[in-house]
T-cell receptor, first 113, second 114 residues
Framework: NAGVTQTPKFRILKIGQSMTLQCTQD?????MYWYRQDPGMGLKLIYY???????DKGEVPNGYNVSRSTTEDFPLRLELAAPSQTSVYFC????????????FGPGTRLTVL | GENVEQHPSTLSVQEGDSAVIKCTYS??????FPWYKQELGKRPQLIID?????GEKKDQRIAVTLNKTAKHFSLHITETQPEDSAVYFC?????????????FGKGTHLIIQP
């Protein structure tokens, strides 16, 4: 099993550009999450999904969109990138919500200039 | 929503000594408290977790304690080794309230001095 994979690993965007961060898991997990981690800070939840076709907002959803058409994939879309979105983005998955380990992907380091 | 405070932000201990990291949470309905270790440039990885119906859990050199009344939980690492150097994050998951992910503390940078 590859676990949780993310692409790209690094990306530089110009202000106003758009991009999609890809996330795939091969563990047949129903729950998937997107977090952002700013320097010296903990992770903040952007969006999460409890299964295919179901998504919901987390703590910091503004400026982002997600979709969940399959169990395996949970892409994160940035529209009109802003410098405040410079961060490291982690995707995670778990087999259930309460009391189950979240497995993290390797992260995508995004810089918006 | 849930708020998690973590202290200290940096902790330096001599190799072989013990390290303790403390977290407090605000939502009394929170019921799951994991601890993650993150090495520089790597992804967070779960090292231990505890559920609200348990007061203490131990796994070799690592232990976590939970005080539901005071709404705080702590990570204890004994006989620290150089490979324990990393950033440690506590987290809490509350029941209901909409967001179904974890709320993380800001992290503790643990430095093991040789």
């Amino acid at each position: 099993n590859a676990g949780v994979t993310q692409t790209p690993k690094f990306r530089i965007l110009k202000i106003g550009q758009s991009m999609t961060l890809q996330c795939t898991q091969d563990m047949n997990h129903n729950y998937m999450y997107w977090y952002r981690q700013d320097p010296g800070m903990g992770l903040k939840l952007i969006y999460y999904s409890v299964g295919a076709g179901i998504t919901d907002k987390g703590e910091v959803p503004n400026g982002y969109n997600v979709s969940r058409s399959t169990t395996e994939d949970f892409p994160l879309r940035l529209e009109l990138a802003a410098p405040s979105q410079t961060s490291v983005y982690f995707c995670a998955s778990s087999s259930a919500s309460w009391g189950n380990e979240q497995f993290f992907g390797p992260g995508t380091r995004l810089t918006v200039l | 929503g849930e708020n998690v405070e973590q202290h200290p932000s940096t902790l330096s201990v001599q190799e072989g000594d013990s390290a303790v990291i403390k977290c407090t949470y605000s939502d009394s309905a929170s019921n799951y408290f994991p601890w993650y270790k993150q090495e520089l440039g790597k992804r967070p990885q779960l090292i231990i977790d505890i559920r609200s119906n348990v007061g203490e859990k131990k796994d070799q050199r690592i232990a976590v304690t939970l005080n539901k009344t005071a709404k705080h939980f702590s990570l204890h690492i004994t006989e620290t080794q150089p490979e324990d150097s990393a950033v440690y994050f506590c987290a809490a998951r509350s029941v209901g309230g909409g967001a179904d992910g974890l709320t993380f503390g800001k992290g503790t940078h643990l430095i093991i001095q040789p």
